[in-house]
Structure formats: C-alpha cells, structure tokens
C-alpha cells in the first residue's frame, strides 16, 4: 500500500514534517512540548491555563502568559508553510491542519497507524492473513521508538504514551497470531524471542511462542518456554500462569492435533471468491477514477444471496490494499434508525484516530445523542445542516487519502439515509470519493424512498449500475468444491445450478446441508457426488435452514428462534434471557450457532448477526403467529430492561418489538421508548421516522389518554416537514384542534406547501377567537393563510399582497409575538404593515438586518449585521439562513460601491447554494438571484443570463401570487437593459395593476414602482406613466421605505423627464443625490448623474448634459460598472 502522507509525527520524538516530507526544525525544548500538548489534543481546543500547567508543571514564572504567547508565535512562525496549524480559539489554541482550509486535526503517524492496525484486524477478521501482516508490518515501521519519548513521563502526554505503546504491543501480537495461522511459525519464533524479552509479563506472546515451537517440532523448547514464563511470573508477581498458558501446556504435552496449523476457511465463513472477477475489476476501476479525483456512484442492484455484500467485502480488501480509505455501513432490516450506514461508517472512522475533526451534527449522528445546538435550528434546517455537514466530512477524510464508502442493504434504507446518500453524491462528484450502494432491485417499488433516488443520482451524480445475476457453471463448480472441501461432481453442479440458477448463497447452504448430512460420497475420480436421487435436493433455504437447525442442540435452536424477532444485528443479553437460557447454556449455544454458519459477530460488541437475512426469516418463519407475537412482547421487555441498565439498546428497538407485540395486554409499556425513538429522530431532522415513532406511540396510547391530541399534532408537523403533505393535513384534521391545525399550517408554508396550508385556514379560522383571545396568535397565523388562500384563487390578482381587513392587524400580532425571528422577509413585510412608513419604524427594529437593508435603507449598518448572523447560521448548521444572510450582505455592498467585495461573498453563496440543491426554502434562496441582479445592476452586464434565471421564478403556481408582480417588474427591467421592448411592455401588466391597487408597506411596493419607472426610462416610454407616477408621489415616497440599487427620488425624476418637465425632474435627481449620499449609495449616486446628463442629452442640451455624463463617467470607472460606462460615451455621442 501507499502510505499517505503525515503532517505530524508522534511515534518517537514530536516531529512536523514540511509538505515536501523533510523535518522542519520546531526550536527549542519548551517549543516541542507546546507542540506536544496541542499534538495529544489536536482537533481540540486546549485552554492556557492547561498549555501553562503542562509547559511549567505547576510551577509557572509570573510572566508565564506572555511567554506562551511568545512560545505560540514564534512556533507558528516555525509552522509556517507546513502541515499543520496553530489556530487561536477561546479560551486557549488548537493545533489543526491547513490543508482545505483547516478541514480537521493534522494527519499523524499514530492516526495512520491505527488506521492500518484496525485494517489489519479487520483482515485477520475475515481470513485474510496475509494481507493482515501487510497492514501491521506498515502500522510498526511508523515507529521510530516509543511514543512522545520525550515528554512520556509528563502528566499531559502520560495517558497518550501508555495507550500508543499498548497499541504497539497487541499489534506485534496480532501480527504473530497471522503468522501462525499461514504456517509461518519459524518466522514467528524469531520475533517472538525478541518480544518476550520486551515485555516478559504478557503472556500472550509466551503462549504464541509454546505454540510457533511446537508446530516447527520443537515440543521439548515449547516446555522449555512453559517453564521459563512460570518462573517470570512467579518471580515477578508471585503468580502461575493463566488458564489459556496452562490448556495450551497440557495440549503440548498430549501431542493434541487440534495444535496442527488449520485451515483458514472456517464454517459460515466467507468462503470462496469465484464468478465475479469482472465486477471487482470494474469496481476496482471505478476507485482508481475517485483517485484521480473523478468521484462518483456505483449501485450494485441483485436478487437474496446473489453476492453482493460478498462483492463490497472484495472491493473493500482491494482499495485497502491499493492505499484507500475505505468505510463500510449497513442498513439494518426495518429501517428503525434513521441515518444508520452513514452513522455506523464514520463512527469507524473515529476509531481510526480522527477524533475531535467531527463537526457536532455528525459526533451527534455517530453517538445517537442530540446535538448541543439543535434546539436553535427549524426542522428543515436540522436535516439540511446534518447531510450538508457528513457530506463535507466525507470530502475531508478523502482529502488524505482516497475514500470508498461501502453502503449494504440500501433496499432497508430510510428517506433520511437516501436524502445523504443523494446530498454526499452531489458534493463529492470531484472529490476522490467513490460511493457503492448494495440493494436487491425487486424490494424497491415506486413507493420506497430508493426508487425517486435511482432516478435522480443519474442526473445529479456520475451514478452507475452493476447488476448482478447467477454464476456460471464453472465458477459454481469451484465454489462448491471449496465449501465441500474437494472437487464436486459434474451432475450435482449441474442440478444446484438448475434449483439455485447460480444464487452463490442458496448453493453454498445445499451443499452444507449435503455434508452434514453426509451424503456426499467421491465418485471413481475423487469428485464428491451424493448417493441421493437429484430429486433429494432441498427446494429453496427454508428447507435448507430447517434441515440443518435439526441437527443443532436444543439450546442452539432455542437462541436462534428468539433473535429472529429482531430485525439486524440482536444483543446478546436480552437474547440469552428471552430464550430462557443461564449464560452458560447461551455462551454453548452461541458457539453452536456460530460454528453452523448461521451466525456471525457483529461490528458492535456482544452482538450477532444472521449470516443471511433470508436464514432469520426462514427461523421466524417457522414460529406459529401466536409464539411471534408473544417473542416480540418478550423481547420488547427484555430489551427495555437492558436499555435501563446501561447497554445500548435504541429505543427504536423497543418501540419496534412492542408495536409488533400490540394484540397483547402491556403494550402501552411502548409509548415511551417510541416517543424517544421520535425525539431522537427529530433531532437529527429525520422527519419520516419522527413521523413513524410517533405513529407507533398513537397506535400504543391507551384509549382516552389526553396526550393523544398533542402527539397527533406533532406527528402532523412530522409529515409536513417530510413533505407528506396530503398525511400530514388528513392528521390536523383529524385532531380536531384549531391550535393544531394553525400550527401544522404554519408548517406546511415554511416546508413548502402554501396550498395545503390554505386547505387547513378556513375551518381553522371559525374555531379560534380573534387577535385579543388566548389563541391570538394561532388566529393571526390562520388569517395570513386564508388571506392568501383567496388571493391566489382570484384570477385577476395583482400580484402583490393587499390592504384587506385583518391582515395587518395579523402581522402585529405576530410581530408581537416575536414568532418572526429569523423569517426575515416576513418580519420586514410586518414591520413595515405595523409601523406604516419609515420614519416611523423605531431604532430597535432596524437591529435586523433585513430591515436595516430593505426598509430603512442603511446599508453600511446591515453589512456587518448580516454577516453576524451569517457566522452565526454557519455555526448552527442553518445553510439556507446563511445563504439569505450573506447573500443580503452582497447586496449592501454592491449598493456601497464594494462591486468586488459582493461579487466575492455572491461566489461563495453559490457554492452554499449548490450544496443546497432545493433542501431550503425558497425565499432564502431567492435573495441569491437578488445579490447577482444587484451586481448585474451595477456593472450593467451579463443580462441574458439574469433574464434566464427569473423566467425559472415566473412560475405561474398559486402560492406565489404574492411575489409575481415584482418578479416581473425585475424581468421586464432585464429585457429592457438589452432593448428588447416587446418583451420589457408586455411584462408590465401584473406590476402596473399591484401599483394601483396595492399598499406602500406590501413587500417590494417601492422597488417595484422603481422598477418600472425603470423600464419606462430605458425604453423612452410613457406608457402606464401616470399610474407608476402616482405610486410613487401618493405611496412610495410618503412611506420611504428603502431597497439597495433602487430609489424613489430617482424612479419620480426619471418619470418627469419622460413627460417633458425637466426642471421638476431636477429637483427630484438633487433630492436623489442627498439621499444616496447620506447612504453612501455610490453606484446608484452616479446613476442619477448619468440619468440627467441623459435627460439633457435627449432634450439637445449638451452643455448642460457634459458634465453631468463625464462626472458619471469618472465614477463608473472608478467603480468598475463597464456597461453604465459604455452608456455614458454613447449618450455623450
């Protein structure tokens, strides 16, 4: 394998190493523990006070402040340029690496080595000893003595040192006990005379010594051994060896044949590798292309035990061995924990020392525990910080080294893990990421959460298919031969082939079932055959399954009926008890259940799995209906009481086993582990499986228990944000509640569906009180929607919300209630209804930054609001909120002259935006399209692009009534910046109708009347220019209300021109200039010099037009607006 490369060494003396792989010198003594200290914590924040106790140890100078600040300076300096980082972080300093910006802690050699250690164990796990010895000979050779040498005996690097020098130590031993199991036992006795030497008190090595002696023929140097290890112990700690040393001794002495070197392949292991070559060179192809930086997805679609968790196993070893990362996740049967594969692969991840690199949304996902901010974030933003954030975890660890995620089961995968699975494709197409999905195609109909997904992948990443049928004949032969353990005969292929039609699994279970039953018998030629008619040949695995379980203990069969009813991986314990067994009698049952292949150990510790989920269901099977119902009540309290005391049981787990238990008395024992299961899935913005659990917990609920209409209310809200919205409507109804319904229908018009909120509003309304009642706000909400509802049902609606009763005495109520905080548009669309116009607004309100911007007008003031409340958003996780927050920014700095600075922040909104891809809500991300009209705006260039993009917003669907007329109104400007005048005219209905008939404090009433005054003055058009002009002098200039890039003095000034009143018109462009002076407006202050040297032009007054358009020249020059320069020359011409 490759080695990656490390930026920090800890395996010997703390060394940092330059990009290029040299040493670089860090200083002095007391710069190397600093060093030290922030290395055993890197990816943590580590306080002064600590760096002080461990640089000092307890006796710190009274200038030990200044003089680690120092030590910190002049090691950055040192750092510089290199791998990694000192970063300044409240209360203290965190050592980070500077690759992709400081994406997680350095890569270490101890981090590297574990990684390979675990690699190697996971080999040895699965029989693949020689590649085990690869992987720990590459894990050792990083050691350049013991770990910190320098700094081991000091209490901050004390525990670090001991755990790496343990690290080492049962790595040597793991890769002795590979050694043996190929046969290599004299190699093994030369390292393993070295190693007692070290360590004479771990009697490991002394056992594998005995062992590597007496395989060579050396039995009496094996005694020799035994007695040697008795007198170190008996010297050193006055003891006997342990019990494993003394059964090993007696086995020597016997001459046991259980000692010979034994095979590899060990029964329910994974057997032979044969039929599938071209798939694994494909997939192996498919990791060179992540590699080279081309990422991408392969689905791997086959029928029950056709090969393919077989074929992730062969990838996996293969991209291991070629120097990649490879994570592997699996989706358990029932799809009860939402998010699992990607949990259970990065959780992997951890273990492989990158610890601390996580961001708190995927620490809380790998942990099942909540995360600390959740409680700030919207359901919609819980999901889209959590798939936003694996995804960009993902991109980090492949940035080492190249990653392969292995995901089985997908057929079992919930909507929660599908969104991931399509989010991580789209962000990591040029990563060096490889993303393998395993599913059996016939378990995904139109109605699972895979099937939209299939479809999509193809469009959105490079997706491929990998189908896989039936082995051939040949490659059957040679699988059969391995598993009988001799060649097998041509007829017995031929008709397992014919009963399995190549199924790998299905012909591997037959056989067995033939070999135990001793039925195979060599022919003339040495193949096996059996002395059965073909016809013995058993039909199917459940015929497979209960042949072989025959020949098991009573006790085996006993563990095996009760973790049936558990879907995945079981725990051993609340297993053991449910099957009435003492450990005992389970611990014997589990090794027969194991040494039969019916069972393998799990990732997980103390928990199994059925090697097949076909062998659970044909076990479950086998149980009437009344001894399943009663097994899953048995398991649901067994489980229960282990979760109780301490294991770690999901409550999704419980809550599964009590729902499958309901036709018995006591089920009502569920409701609380289901609600559980729900909390923790709405934490993680699982909204289906929220939705799920708490269906569970109505379906448990005892008959007349009040909690009832609160939990379908809750459920209700599930479903919306799940984006069910017909389920989630058909619930609020059915609780009957006014509170519930305006509560869900709040919902359903932030998750996206106006309409369905309307169909909540009307019934809604006539239960509530009104705006001075206990459910005020719930009416104000109600009233908003219903209000909106009959809008958009009118045909002839101007686009534009209108001054009709109730409404805004429904926004202050809200605005009252402080329920707007962070729904930006709606608390300036309140603001401005409440307080009427802009002078009335009070300075606290203008706190906001949207209504700093898009009311008041001050944008120099809402920059630096924005980007608070963008850090903050980025913080949280709020991705959709950070996009309308630095988006706004943009905007004021485009309106403040800084055309480099906003389009800067617009380029880093759209990549926030891509990582979105629709998981926000829409009027966050059309504040982007509104950052990049305003720079359009100022440099007068890029307009069909700009036109291309709000014919996607002219959507002609009703619940976006309230913004058409201004979504026109910014169109039909675009078309008349490029003089297309039919186009512009004909967009100007809808705009004109929502000036006449619409109120000043309706959002966008201002800026919409300037856009048209806009589209008049460009073209040389006076149509409609009576309307517009009163809007402005009866509406819009009483209000005030301010927009970046627009003004009112102006919009009137360039409207008296038009009609031929030139003086009037100047005294509107001096007003205009006042106005954006005081703002610090530049472009737009240059603009209006451009407008009136424009307006004289056009009149013939070119002595009055000169200086006004060189003025406005010098300035878009300075600006850098090319295409308002460009106008300038030509209206000088």
């Not at 699988?479 to 082939?497: E, H, I, Q, S």
């Not at 930054?849 to 944008?859: I, K, M, N, R």
């Amino acid at each position: 394998m490759r080695m990656p490369p490390v930026a920090l060494r800890l395996l010997g003396p703390v060394e940092v190493l330059g990009r290029d792989g040299s040493v670089r010198p860090v200083g002095p003594k007391e710069r190397r523990c600093l060093l030290a200290v922030l290395a055993v914590h890197r990816g943590e924040v580590v306080a002064e006070d600590r760096l002080v106790e461990a640089l000092w140890a307890g006796s710190p100078p009274r200038t030990a402040a200044k003089t680690l600040q120092n030590y910190v300076l002049r090691l950055r300096r040192a750092l510089d340029g290199g791998g990694v980082a000192i970063r300044t972080r409240s209360p203290g300093y965190l050592l980070d690496g500077t690759d992709a910006g400081g994406a997680g802690p350095p890569d270490t050699d101890a981090a590297l080595a574990e990684a390979r250690i675990a690699a190697g164990r996971r080999a040895a796990a699965r029989d693949d000893h020689a590649g085990a010895v690869t992987a720990f000979d590459e894990a050792l050779a990083l050691w350049r003595g013991p770990g910190l040498v320098e700094f081991a005996d000091r209490d901050f690097a004390r525990t670090t040192a001991a755990r790496l020098a343990e690290l080492r130590a049962s790595a040597e031993e793991d890769r002795v006990a590979s050694l043996l199991a190929l046969g290599r036992h004299r190699e093994a006795v030369a390292a393993l005379e070295a190693m007692v030497a070290d360590h004479p008190l771990r009697e490991r090595r002394w056992a594998q010594l005995m062992l590597a002696l007496y395989r060579d023929g050396r039995q009496a140097e094996a005694l020799e051994t035994h007695r040697r290890l008795r007198a170190v112990l008996a010297g050193e700690l006055g003891v006997e060896p342990g019990p494993d040393v003394r059964a090993l001794h007696a086995a020597v002495l016997a001459h046991d044949p259980a000692l010979a070197v034994l095979p590899t392949a060990v029964p329910g292991g994974r057997g032979a590798f044969v039929g599938r070559e071209r798939e694994l060179g494909a997939l192996r192809g498919h990791v060179a292309d992540a590699a080279a930086g081309r990422g991408g997805v392969v689905l791997v679609r086959g029928e029950p035990g056709i090969g393919k968790t077989r074929l992730l196993a062969e990838l996996a070893s293969a991209a291991e061995a070629g120097g990649a990362r490879v994570l592997t996740g699996r989706c358990p049967e029932g799809g009860a924990l939402p998010f699992h594969p990607f949990a259970e692969a990065l959780g992997q991840q951890g273990a492989e020392g990158q610890h601390g690199a996580d961001d708190p949304a995927v620490a809380a996902l790998v942990s099942a525990a909540p995360g600390e901010a959740a409680e700030v974030l919207r359901p919609d933003e819980l999901r889209t910080r959590l798939l936003d954030a694996v995804a960009r975890r993902v991109c980090a660890l492949a940035a080492a080294a190249p990653l392969v995620l292995l995901l089985d089961d997908l057929h079992w995968a919930d909507s929660g893990t599908v969104a991931m699975l399509r989010h991580t494709a789209r962000v990591t197409g040029h990563a060096a990421v490889l993303l393998v999905g395993a599913y059996r195609g016939e378990e995904v109909d139109a109605r699972h959460p895979l099937a939209d997904a299939l479809g999509a992948l193809r469009s959105e990443a490079e997706c491929r298919e990998l189908r896989l049928r039936g082995i051939d004949g040949a490659a059957l032969a040679e699988l059969l031969g391995a598993t009988a353990g001799a060649p097998v005969a041509a007829d017995l292929v031929a008709a397992v082939r014919a009963e399995t039609d190549g199924n790998p699994f299905l012909a591997r279970e037959i056989v067995r079932h033939l070999a135990d039953d001793g039925a195979l018998r060599p022919d003339g030629d040495g193949r096996l055959g059996t002395g059965l008619p073909l016809a013995a040949v058993p039909e199917g695995v459940r015929q497979v399954v209960a042949r072989r379980r025959a020949r098991l203990p009573d006790r085996a069969n006993r563990l095996l009926d009760a973790a049936a009813g558990i879907e995945g991986p079981f725990p051993f314990e609340p297993v053991r008890a449910v099957a009435g067994l003492d450990d005992t009698e389970a611990l014997c049952a589990l090794d027969d259940a194991l040494g039969a292949g019916f069972i393998v150990p799990d990732s997980r510790p103390d928990r199994y799995d059925f090697t097949h989920a076909l062998i659970r269901h044909a076990v479950h099977r086998e149980l009437n209906p009344s001894r399943r119902l009663r097994l899953h009540r048995d398991l649901a309290v067994a489980l229960q009481a282990a979760r109780e005391a301490g294991l770690r049981v999901a409550a999704a787990e419980v809550a599964t086993q009590y729902h499958r238990a309901a036709g018995l008395p006591g089920a009502g024992a569920g409701v609380g582990p289901a609600l559980d299961a729900a909390e923790q899935a709405r934490r993680t913005g699982a909204h289906d499986e929220d939705a799920a659990f708490l269906r569970i917990a109505l379906d448990l609920l005892p008959a007349g228990d009040e909690r009832g209409p609160e939990l379908m209310a809750r459920r209700a809200v599930a479903l919306a944000w799940a984006l069910r919205f017909d389920e989630a409507v058909e619930v609020a109804r059915a609780a009957a509640a006014p509170s519930v319904a305006a509560e869900v229908a709040s919902v359903l018009a932030q998750a996206g569906s106006n309409r369905h909120a309307w169909s909540l509003a009307p019934s809604a309304l006539a239960a509530v009180t009104g705006p001075d009642g206990p459910d005020a706000v719930a009416w104000a909400a109600l009233t908003l929607l219903d209000l909106d509802r009959r809008e958009a049902a009118d045909p002839d609606h101007p686009g534009i919300p209108l001054d009709l009763p109730g409404r805004r005495e429904a926004l202050r109520v809200l605005l009252g209630s402080g329920r707007l905080a962070g729904r930006g548009d709606l608390a300036r669309y309140a603001v401005a209804a409440v307080h009427g116009s802009r002078a009335a607004i009070p300075a606290e309100a203008a706190d906001d930054p949207t209504v700093a911007a898009f009311l008041v007008g001050d944008y120099a003031a809402a920059v630096p609001l924005f980007e608070r409340d963008a850090d903050l958003a980025e913080a949280t996780g709020q991705l959709a909120l950070e996009v309308y927050c630095r988006a706004g920014a943009a905007r004021c700095r485009v309106a403040l002259g800084d055309l480099d600075g906003g389009a800067a922040v617009i380029a880093h909104v759209h990549g926030l935006v891509a990582r979105l891809h629709g998981l926000g809500p829409g009027w966050q991300l059309l504040h982007h399209e509104g950052a990049q009209d305003a720079l359009t705006m100022a440099r007068d260039e890029g307009w069909p692009a700009r036109i291309a993009d709000f014919a996607r917003w002219r959507d002609p669907a009703p619940d976006r009534h309230w913004g058409s007329a201004a979504i026109d109104a910014i169109s039909a400007r675009a078309e008349a910046r490029i003089g297309h005048t039919g186009a512009a005219l004909g967009l100007l209905g809808r705009p004109v109708r929502a000036l006449r008939d619409g109120p000043a404090w309706a959002p966008n009433y201002a800026r919409t009347a300037c856009e048209v005054a806009e589209v008049l003055w460009l073209l040389d058009r006076r149509d409609h220019l009576a309307v517009v002009e009163r809007a402005l002098r009866e509406r819009a200039l009483p209000a005030d209300f301010r927009f970046p890039m627009t003004d009112a003095r102006q919009a009137l000034a360039r409207l008296c021109a038009l009609d031929g009143r030139r003086d009037e018109a100047h005294r509107w462009f001096d007003a205009a200039r006042d106005v954006l002076d005081a703002q610090g407006a530049l472009p737009l202050r240059a603009v209006v010099d451009h407008d009136e040297g424009l307006m004289h032009a056009r009149a013939g007054d070119h002595g009055r037009a000169a200086p006004l358009l060189d003025r406005a020249a010098a300035a878009f020059s300075r600006l850098g607006m090319p295409g308002w320069a460009r106008r300038t020359a030509a209206a000088g011409r």
